[in-house]
């Protein structure tokens, strides 16, 4: 079943999002839409997709990745990837819930723990029980 992912047009004026090269814009703006994005905002990612798809160098991936994860934005962990703020910008009924908690339940301990270090700052926490 195809996905289809909305991006508010303001995000080209959200003051994070602003400061980022253009480099890194691709790099966020990939992982919001990437084909492999789920309802919670967490997903298995391997680094070489990364590369492979935005055309952008492994090393550089890694570099930026690093930044979102000090911005607290994004959690890269063991080939999965974390948005923190992705379910705050979803519509939430009871199926989206229900996908959000399928979703997080399957995703893996050690990204969970990561998300957990954020403590309440991230969405997602409430959905990890």
């Known amino acids: 079943m195809p ?7 303001k995000i080209w004026s959200d003051n994070w999002i602003s400061n980022l090269d253009p480099v890194e814009k691709l790099l966020f703006l990939y992982l919001l839409t990437n084909e492999r994005t789920e309802i919670c905002g967490i997903y298995e ?3 070489k997709y990364m590369a492979l798809e935005t ?7 890694e570099k930026i990745l690093k930044r979102f994860y000090e911005d607290k934005k ?4 063991d080939n999965w990837v974390c948005i923190v703020n992705f379910i705050k910008h979803q519509i939430i009924n009871p199926s989206v819930k229900e996908g959000i908690n399928l979703c997080v339940r ?24």
């Open 106 to 129: 399957q995703s893996p301990p050690s990204l969970l723990q990561a998300v957990e270090r954020l403590g309440t700052e991230s969405p997602i926490f409430n959905y990890i029980i």
């Open 55 to 61: 055309g952008i160098e492994k090393e550089m991936v």
């Open 45 to 47: 990612l391997p680094l």
């Open 74 to 77: 994004v959690i890269y962990v």
């Open 3 to 9: 996905k289809h992912r909305y991006i508010n047009t």
